[in-house]
């Protein structure tokens, strides 16, 4: 699989280097570096909000660092957990006086790291929550949904969270919304094609040119089936059905996110969304502020996922207030 | 003899000088299963604690400490956290010593083990290095000496692979493909196996020479 890169080595550093350069708004921090923070300081009083994974994802995480939404980034390698170093960097520069979220996926190694961090940071004062990102319905049953993945969905909690940080929540405030936002939202992915990690001997995954893996992970991770390619029309119909059937209770209005993987194009996913819309409209669903477009990629991974928060009046009045981030900007 | 600093600091040397056949092996492990880095990590992390000037330590709490940090500056992957731990239990278990009497090792590993359970969030027989470290911290229970210890450690190795080889695994990213993963070793296990074998053949295994 051909890149664009020089050492697979420096892939993440260089990447960063090019992200901080086209975005002055970002900084590195931390021994290491492999923080991205806000250009300006956190204001006092604030609680930060932070979050963490590998590289590989862009948009996420490093990207949604901005006003309205993250106030720092812990960056790992490519598909590996940011350092526990790391971690303390992006919680340490986001602690503003009163307590850090630390909002992330439901992944191992992320896991372990922002609690050892975490562990560390209360020994220096400083109060953390944790809420996870579990929005891949497809990973795990409803009843076990505390295992799901998060995937796309989490740019929702994001912005929920930043927002009512920018407000001056407290703390508790601010993980509740987050852990609200993720209780309502649900996503689910379709593959078509594998990325490479750059510097291995192949791909990722492997999956032949006709064929579709139907809820597969952001890193391959296996999903519920893989079958001959489908019609779009046919893809979105059971992926908005799969979605529905977890409908919280009196929902009405939805944040809708058709995203791209990586290398699947506009078009395609607005073939997606066109249909999404239709039956979205079918169930009886208002649709607030769609958005499509690649915001949690895999690098070149073919395919796209659909997402659907699930909107209360608190939800919407967050997810409309002013954001700016390199890669979204709300207001 | 017991082990001390230098005992260490001789592990970690000979442990980062296996690491140039054991990355590929390791790599390849993953790879059936996973991102296939497991090796890259390992040897990017034990060579981090091998760049640790652990003889010069106040004492041996203070070593496993100093390894503990630099390996968090390291390594994001789970396996690696895990190892992070292992270091920083055994460097609050050792403040102050400076030395540790081999029939005390099997206590360390337990308690390693325990740690990397409450870290993981892990339990027994999932098929992961936990359970090697189990199978090791019992193997070297009662052993007194660095030969008995290393005879029974290898041994032990050997035995938890074939043990786990053909069951499923359930937890990580491989629990997703558990059936697949049945007659596959688990990466984390089988780095720790392969390590202890190495570790166990050395001549240099009773510190003696080091000290």
Known sequence: MKKLINDPANYVDEMLDGLCLA????????????????????????????????????????????KGLLDACAIGNVFEGPTINSCQDAIATANGGAGVLCLFGNYGGDKMNFEMAGEFAAMEGVETRTVLGTDDIASAKPEESQKRRGVAGLIFAYKAAGALAEQGASLDQVAAIAQKAVDRTRT???????????????????????????????????????????????????????????????????????????????????????????????????????????????????????????????????????????????? | MAITLATLADAITRANASMSSLTDVLNAADAKLGDGDTGTMLARLIGTFAAVDVKDAENLGAGFMALAKAGAASTGSSLGTLIVTAMMTAGKANVGKTELAWFELSGLLAAIRDAAMARGKAELGAKTIIDGLDALAASVEGKTDAASTAAAAERAMEAVLAEFRNRPSAMGRARMFAEKSVGLDDPGMLALAEIVRRLAKSPQHDGASVA
């Open chain 1, 23 to 66: 975005h002055p708004g970002l900084v590195r921090v931390g021994d290491d570096r492999r923080a991205i923070a806000r250009s300006t300081k956190i204001r006092q009083g604030k609680v930060g909000v932070v979050s963490g994974g590998g590289s590989g994802h862009l948009p996420l995480f490093t990207g949604y660092v901005g």
């Open chain 1, 188 to 331: 689910i992915g379709v593959a078509l094609s594998s990325c490479q990690i750059p510097g291995a001997a192949g791909p990722n995954f492997t999956i032949a040119d006709d064929e579709i893996e139907f809820g597969m992970g952001i890193h391959g991770e296996p999903g519920i089936w893989r079958h001959k390619i489908r019609p779009a029309d046919e893809l979105v119909d059971e992926i908005i059905s799969l979605i529905l059937a977890e409908k919280p209770e009196g929902a009405s209005r939805v944040a809708v996110l058709v995203n791209s993987l990586g290398s699947t194009p506009f078009e395609e996913l607005f073939i997606l969304y066109r249909r999404a819309a239709q039956q979205l409209g079918t169930a009886g669903l208002t649709i607030v502020n769609p958005l499509i477009g690649p915001y949690v990629t895999s690098m070149e991974m073919g395919g796209a996922s659909i997402s659907l928060c699930f909107l209360d009046d608190e939800i919407e009045t967050l997810l409309a207030a002013p954001a700016e981030c390199p890669f979204w900007k709300v207001g």
